[in-house]
């Protein structure tokens, strides 16, 4: 369980993220951890959301503001990203696209699956989540939106099943 301590409140939804503290709170309080959930045919699933992951609300803008910096510490470098309210507020879509996503395709990383979700309908950006299979779970390794010209750019690329068989 990650020392929560640090963080003196926490946004009840991630719409409400302004800040890089409200993303690393929000996502600390909400995600780290693992999920029980049932996918659209019914099939449990376990997805776990490593306390170290930064991908779901950061991103490689450079040059980032200092107040934005997020590092994450690595095995080998450590990395640094910038603070995304875009992506952030996007963090309560991360389960619901899992459980019933639209579209999934085959990721780069090898045995990794890209699941797309529906159309926001004000913007029409979907969310993509990457996950990866480990030792009956999945690991939440991502999550980024996806203009409609990438998403149909991407259809463009190889199916996989979701739920894995």
Request: glycine content about 6%; some cysteine.
């Amino acid at each position: 369980m990650p020392d929560l301590s640090r963080f003196l409140s926490c946004p009840i939804a991630a719409r409400f993220v302004d800040t890089r503290e409200d993303a690393l709170s929000y996502y600390a309080h909400k995600l780290v951890g693992d999920h029980a959930i049932t996918l659209g045919g019914g099939e449990p699933m376990v997805v776990r959301f490593n306390p170290e992951e930064i991908h779901l609300f950061t991103d490689e803008r450079s040059p980032c503001p200092p107040d934005c910096i997020v590092c994450r510490p690595g095995a080998h470098a450590q990395e640094t990203r910038c603070f995304s309210v875009e992506r952030a507020r996007r963090m309560d879509l991360v389960l619901p696209t899992i459980q019933a996503p639209v579209t999934s395709l085959q990721a780069r990383k090898p045995g990794a699956t890209m699941l797309f979700g529906p159309p926001d309908p004000k913007s029409t950006v979907r969310l993509c989540v990457v996950v990866a299979p480990g030792a009956q779970v999945y690991f939440v390794r991502t999550a980024y939106p996806v203009a409609p010209t990438a998403y149909r750019e991407a259809l463009r690329g190889k199916r996989a099943p979701w739920p894995p068989k």
